[in-house]
């Protein structure tokens, strides 16, 4: 899965603008956050008979969530950042444990690999990371994304992922269609995105 987005890193009283450009794991599988049989407690449902359709529900959520969130809810994963230029940066997904490498063209086009002396990170209190660059070498002319940070991503959810989870699944599976008639909706207060609020990965470094 891809997601493309305009980051704005500020440092001191500099400010710059950044496209970066995040190829992202597979989504996680619905049961490895929660398991069918706690999601159909939750629903109350005692039957087999919608286990295929529980199942898929429990999918969506979770790539609903990861996707809400910019997060991976499978440890181990790697994810591509492609930058424009050298620039600091926030990788704002993941969240990023560790950096794998840092490639480049360089201006004959080539792929080459970024010495690790040449950049540093640190942790940013949302989860996410910044990764700095310093004496970088020339980039090729008119590529996009010369600049590609593979990172290790993904950690274990937590029980406001997972009951966000079971949440949105109980709202799909009442509301099996895009659109209800003869009814008036009203959100629940304290719901999904209030579960949510503090697991988002966001640059707010603007």
């Known amino acids: ?11 001191g009283f500099l400010f710059f603008y950044i496209t970066m450009h995040v190829v992202r794991p597979a989504h996680t599988q619905g049961t490895n956050v929660v398991t069918l049989a706690d999601a159909k407690e ?7 008979d919608e286990d295929t359709t529980i199942t898929a529900l429990l999918d969506a959520a979770v790539a609903w969530v990861e996707d809400y969130c910019n997060r991976s809810f499978t440890a181990g994963g790697s994810a591509v950042f492609h ?3 050298w620039r600091n940066a926030a990788l704002a997904y ?7 490498h840092v490639k480049y063209n360089d201006t004959a086009g080539a792929e080459q690999t970024l010495a690790a002396s040449k950049y540093y990170t640190t942790a940013a209190t949302d989860g996410g990371m910044l990764i700095y660059f310093h004496d970088t070498p020339d980039l090729e002319t008119y590529n996009a994304h010369p600049v ?14 997972k009951h966000a989870v079971k949440m949105l699944v109980a709202h799909w599976y009442e ?16 719901a999904v995105e209030s579960l949510l609020s503090v697991e988002r990965i966001i640059d707010n470094r603007q």
């Open 1 to 11: 899965m891809t997601n493309t987005g305009s980051l704005a890193i500020g440092l």
């Open 42 to 48: 939750f629903l109350r449902v005692d039957a087999s």
């Open 83 to 85: 930058l424009e230029r």
């Open 94 to 100: 993941g969240p990023v444990t560790a950096i794998t």
């Open 148 to 161: 590609r940070v593979t990172a290790a991503v993904g950690v274990e959810e937590s029980a406001n992922v």
């Open 175 to 190: 509301n099996r269609r895009a659109v209800v008639t003869g009814t008036t909706p009203v959100q629940v207060p304290i």
